[in-house]
């Protein structure tokens, strides 16, 4: 935010700080958010948490998935887990599973095999953080400064620009378990400090 208030206009030279926020952990048990999302009991998915609107990429990304899984048969499910602003119809590929307690969540985001964040507009993503500390990877919109900035400097995920490079990076996520591992501990070290 401080990067792109500092392009925008002439402030640089004025007094500022970057302050710190807290990110708690929260409790939730993957069985029984599973069981509250319809999802079966070892049945792999992906995740994204927030409001289910057109501009937090929300449409676009059930969009990208559907197509995904019409060409990759057998392909997890997508739940999207969030307040609906803007109607979205799910199916079979897309599971809209609206508001839940933060218990749900948090047990999703530990079921899950990693969160995609598809906002392009985020101004620092409480979610990704929380994703990492759930030990899951994150997969983000590579037109948003600041998730890209988080998986950078933390090495914890990974972000695509268009279809190919999201269906490549979704490709290798999913096949390849010591890299989601991997993303997620070094995710987790940098929301920790």
Do not use: M
Not at 125 to 135: K, N, R
Not at 159 to 185: G, N, P, Q, Y
Request: proline share 6%; with cysteine.
């Amino acid at each position: 935010e401080r990067a792109l208030v500092e392009r925008t206009f002439p402030i640089a030279h004025l007094p500022a700080s970057v302050i710190g926020n807290s990110v708690a952990e929260g409790e939730g048990d993957p069985a029984a958010a599973r069981a509250a999302l319809g999802l079966g009991a070892d049945e792999p998915f992906v995740l994204s948490v927030g409001r289910v609107e057109r501009d937090k990429g929300v449409h676009a990304l059930a969009g990208l998935w559907r197509n995904y899984r019409r060409r990759r048969p057998g392909a997890p499910r997508l739940v999207l887990l969030g307040p609906v602003h803007e109607e979205l119809a799910g199916d079979d590929d897309v599971i809209i599973a609206g508001r839940q307690p933060e218990d749900v969540k948090w047990g999703a985001l530990r079921a899950s095999q990693f969160l995609v964040a598809p906002s392009p507009w985020e101004s620092f993503s409480l979610v990704v953080l929380e994703s990492w500390l759930a030990g899951r990877p994150v997969l983000v919109n590579g037109r948003c400064e600041a998730t890209v900035e988080h998986c950078r400097r933390s090495g914890g995920g990974l972000w695509f620009d268009d279809v190919v490079e999201f269906e490549v990076t979704v490709d290798r996520l999913l096949a390849d378990s010591a890299l989601r591992a991997h993303l997620a501990e070094r995710g987790g070290a940098y929301a920790r400090r």
